[in-house]
T-cell receptor, first 113, second 113 residues
């Protein structure tokens, strides 16, 4: 069975550009969450979507946005990139909307120059 | 954003030794979880705890949900080389369909064969 898949795995952008990261959840999982992991720290919650609706948002600026599609896949968009946005962006899926038992993908490593 | 405090930050141990690490929070959680992250991969769930005072085992791993709901610890018995990685505690309120999981700062474990 396929796990959570994310694309791209690595990408390099320059300040001011925007980026779109994609995530496909485990089949049957309707909840998708996004986390940012800066080097040397634990993951930080960005968004949760369940059944295409935003269920929660972490303490991130409006430059960050996301959406979930009818097939439960999701996109994370970041506009006007800053150097500090360089991080590993993790997508996690789960069957239930309020469980902490998350299944993570391998992440998208974003470097902003 | 908030992160839970984990200690120790890193540890070197001999293969076969037991390991203990803990996690504290300034706020209460209804669920405590422990994840492990290997280099280049996303975190993987090891143990989930749902009740204050609960002690749960998963093979050589044992974790406890603190009675105050503000702390948790993880023990690994008879460590082996594949235990190497970063261990994250995580807390979750889980109310109102809201999934946000708050992660700790991580404990990096290195096992000397």
């Amino acid at each position: 069975d396929a796990g959570v898949t994310q694309s791209p795995t690595h990408l390099i952008k320059t300040r001011g550009q925007h980026v779109t990261l994609r995530c496909s959840p485990i089949s049957g999982h309707k909840s998708v969450s996004w986390y940012q992991q800066v080097l040397g720290q634990g993951p930080q919650f960005i968004f949760q979507y369940y059944e295409k609706e935003e269920r929660g948002r972490g303490n991130f600026p409006d430059r960050f946005s996301a959406r979930q599609f009818p097939n439960y896949s999701s996109e994370l968009n970041v506009n006007a990139l800053l150097l500090g946005d360089s991080a590993l962006y993790l997508c996690a899926s789960s069957f239930y909307s309020n469980t902490g038992e998350l299944f993570f993908g391998e992440g998208s490593r974003l470097t902003v120059l | 954003g908030q992160q839970l405090n984990q200690s120790p930050q890193s540890m070197f141990i001999q293969e076969g030794e037991d390991v203990s690490m803990n996690c504290t929070s300034s706020s209460i959680f209804n669920t405590w979880l422990w994840y492990k992250q290997d280099p280049g991969e996303g975190p993987v769930l090891l143990i989930a705890l749902y009740k204050a005072g609960e002690l749960t085992s998963n093979g050589r791993l044992t974790a406890q949900f603190g009675i105050t709901r503000k702390d948790s610890f993880l023990n690994i018995s008879a460590s082996i080389p594949s235990d190497v990685g970063i261990y994250f505690c995580a807390g979750q309120l889980g109310s109102g369909g809201y999934q946000k999981v708050t992660f700790g700062t991580g404990t990096k474990l290195q096992v000397i064969p």
